[in-house]
């Protein structure tokens, strides 16, 4: 019973702004929506995170839909580096809540 | 930020021996710490949740008699796969503290 939908992979030219999309159609009220990326052969790094407001931080920001049932993560300015595969979570505020990753979406930046 | 250390990157063993994986919160004690697997071109999947002082708690198909979880101190939790097999080779990530800090991992290869 997935929680979110994403797009299996996407390109992007480096320079250019990537927009990575997430279905969450069932989120409920409380729930937050969490961003992390996974580069080739490490562990998860978090990105961002928001409950209904935009958010921008120094990595990416995050645009939330007023209904809060889809979003999307923007890298301003990808670079090659930014290539690797990008995980949309709902839950609840961090805390001891098991962290569950779906398929993600595999972002690969063109140079 | 929190810093979570994975010991050792990886490690290639003979099947039939047994093999341990360290996590340590470097700068901040952690009563609670996950354990992920994740086979080539697949998502995370937790495997358990380890607790301070207490039995760690597993996940529906994972084995616990095979997937030792020790967490003793607030700052070191170890998985230790026992009698491992090839279909055990993957590549393992703990993670701890209130924001869900990931370490590098651990790519067990069994030969």
């Known amino acids: 019973d997935a929680k979110t939908t994403q797009p299996p992979s996407m390109d992007c030219a480096e320079g250019r702004a990537a927009n990575l999309p997430c279905n969450h159609s069932t989120i409920s009220g409380n729930e937050y929506v969490y961003w992390y990326r996974q580069i080739h052969s490490q562990g998860p790094q978090y990105i961002i995170h928001g409950l209904k407001n935009n958010e921008t931080n120094e990595m990416a920001s995050l645009i939330i839909t007023e209904d809060r049932k889809s979003s999307t993560l923007i890298l301003p300015h990808a670079t090659l580096r930014d290539t690797a595969v990008y995980y949309c979570i709902v839950m609840f505020n961090f805390g001891n809540e098991k962290l569950t990753f779906g398929t993600g979406t595999r972002l690969t930046i063109i140079p | ?111």
Not at chain 2, 16 to 39: H, N, P
Not at chain 2, 62 to 79: G, M, R, W
Not at chain 2, 93 to 100: K, L, V
Request: some cysteine; hydrophobic content about 35%; proline content about 3%.
């Open chain 2, 1 to 111: 930020g929190a810093v979570v250390s994975q010991h050792p990157s990886w490690v290639i063993c003979k099947s039939g021996t047994s093999v341990k994986i360290e996590c340590r919160s470097l700068d901040f004690q952690a009563t609670t710490m996950f354990w992920y697997r994740q086979f080539p071109k697949q998502s995370l999947m937790l495997m358990a949740t380890s607790n301070e002082g207490s039995k760690a708690t597993y996940e529906q198909g994972v084995e616990k008699d095979k997937f030792l979880i020790n967490h003793a101190s607030l700052t070191l939790s170890t998985l230790t796969v026992t009698s491992a097999h090839p279909e055990d080779s993957s590549f393992y990530i703990c993670s701890a503290g209130y924001d869900y800090t990931f370490g590098s991992g651990t790519r067990l290869t069994v030969v």
